[in-house]
């Protein structure tokens, strides 16, 4: 089946700087990537995805990026907020499952 | 619209007691799914129902039984609680399946003691 490694497993920030997420995967054929973002308590939420016919996407201050050659994806997050502190999942799927990633715990210093 | 809910919010068992966790969604997806979340090892599937009617064995299925009731409603049944199940328990949704993005629920405590 797939497997999906994310990096860091933590990652600090100062307020107004940049984050980035990385993940790998070992399906070639896996062709959706959603992000998936969980504050403490709270339950998974999406809030951005990308599929395997589109190289970047961005929302606002997000922004996923695919090399499907290098079966790797990132999430960025620019001018970071002490609101985007939470625990961010990558996952990757192909048509009968989805795979997420062990999660990265994002802290964002005031 | 409520999303996707699950019952109960928190539970506590003793070795060896079963319980079923509820999960309804009421926006039309096909496709429903439990997790378990676990520290440090993300969200495992542990059975998932592709549409009504039909499951099928995730990841991590030992120990779990599931029902799809009908459209709106998938269940996870434990006959017999085992410490290794204290976990937090996600049922999540989609349109129609994976390739979708998920709704989940707000998720189960459920710690066996």
């Not at chain 1, 933590?10 to 896996?30: F, H, R």
């Not at chain 1, 961005?58 to 002490?82: C, G, M, W, Y």
Request: charged content about 20%; glycine content about 8%.
């Amino acid at each position: 089946g797939e497997n999906v490694e994310q990096h860091p497993s933590t990652l600090s920030v100062q307020e107004g700087d940049s984050a980035v997420i990385k993940c790998t995967y070992s399906d070639s054929a896996s062709n959706y990537f959603p992000w998936y973002k969980q504050e403490l308590g709270k339950r998974p939420q999406l809030i951005i995805d990308i599929r395997s016919n589109v190289g970047e996407k961005k929302d606002q201050r997000i922004a996923v990026t695919l090399n499907k050659t290098a079966k790797h994806f990132s999430l960025h997050i620019t001018e970071t907020q002490p609101e985007d502190s939470a625990v961010y999942f990558c996952a990757a799927s192909i048509v009968s499952d989805m795979r997420f990633g062990a999660g990265t715990r994002l802290t964002v210093k005031p | 619209n409520a999303g996707v809910t699950q019952t109960p919010k928190f539970q506590v068992l003793k070795t060896g007691q079963s319980m079923t966790l509820q999960c309804a969604q009421d926006m039309n997806h096909n496709s429903m799914y439990w997790y378990r979340q676990d520290p440090g090892m993300g969200l495992r599937l542990i059975y998932y129902s592709a549409s009504e009617g039909t499951t099928d064995k995730g990841e991590v299925p030992n120990g779990y039984n599931v029902s799809r009731l009908n459209k709106r409603e998938f269940s996870l049944r434990l006959e017999s609680a085992a410490p290794s199940q204290t976990s937090v328990y996600f049922c999540a949704s989609s349109r129609d399946g994976p390739n979708y993005g998920y709704t989940f629920g707000s998720g189960t405590r459920l710690t066996v003691v």
